[in-house]
């Protein structure tokens, strides 16, 4: 039996796992030291045993005792399934999650799980791609946040400078708007269960004559130093192209 001695902190774990994914591939008969840590304690840490086990394949990464860290699932021969803490990782996101999800072996993927919330879903829209010059447009931004709540969402729309801002237009169904310099700005908490959605008119310039691309784009700021941005455009005065539907 080799014994690995994991180094301290969440890197030791992730680089114990890839160690042994290694060695395994090389020799399917060679067993580990494995330590099993049970997070229960004020520090993360609060049981270990060792025991010699034999690594299988599909590890993964969950949260699987409702903490704020995620684990690590290891499948073994010997011992069933076990679980790494993995201290630090309360705020982390798995930007291309492998593996199962969670502690289940069925193989059937579950539902998303997030850490921290995420507006990468949001989207902003218009409502007439192919406007005349003088219409009104109504422009909406959707914050769509699928995991924990986001308590100080920042969203700064520059306003095209060919069209003018409605009065009374500007609607929202949380937080707090405000407009001034050409830009209009929202503010408040975005969670799972109630989106935000914010809409506005603006009314074309009457002056446009050749086809005018008009750019309509938002900057959303999450509060956790994630901005993502998203565009709205119109071609005013522009010419549709329609394909043919050709049936047999």
Not at 47 to 52: K, P
Not at 195 to 206: A, D, E, K
Request: proline share 5%.
């Amino acid at each position: 039996m080799l014994l690995f001695v994991q180094p301290a902190g969440a890197f030791g774990v992730v680089f114990n796992l890839i160690r042994m994914s290694a060695a395994i591939d090389l020799d399917h008969q060679l067993r580990f030291g494995a330590e099993e840590i049970d997070d229960v304690g004020a520090d993360g840490v609060l049981f270990s045993e060792m025991c010699a086990i034999q690594l299988l394949a599909a590890k993964t990464l969950a949260n699987i005792d409702g903490d704020p860290d995620l684990e690590a699932v290891v499948g073994t021969t010997y011992a069933g399934l076990v679980a790494y803490d993995l201290p630090g990782t309360a705020k982390a996101r798995i930007l291309w999650g492998t593996g199962r999800g969670s502690y289940l072996r069925s193989g059937l993927a579950p539902a998303p799980y997030y850490i921290v919330g995420t507006l990468e879903g949001s989207v902003k829209s218009v409502s007439d791609s192919l406007p005349d010059p003088g219409e009104a447009l109504t422009y909406t931004i959707r914050l769509i946040n699928p995991g924990p709540s986001l308590p100080a969402v920042h969203v700064t729309d520059t306003l095209p400078i060919n069209a003018v801002l409605v009065s009374g237009s500007v609607h929202a169904t949380s937080g707090s708007w405000s407009v001034g310099g050409g830009m209009l700005r929202w503010n408040g908490a975005v969670s799972q269960s109630i989106g935000v959605t914010v809409t506005y008119v603006m009314t074309l310039s009457s002056d446009i004559a050749l086809p005018t691309v008009v750019l309509n784009t938002a900057l959303i700021n999450d509060g956790l130093r994630n901005v993502i941005t998203r565009t709205a455009a119109a071609v005013v005065s522009g010419y549709g192209v329609y394909l043919p539907v050709v049936r047999k």
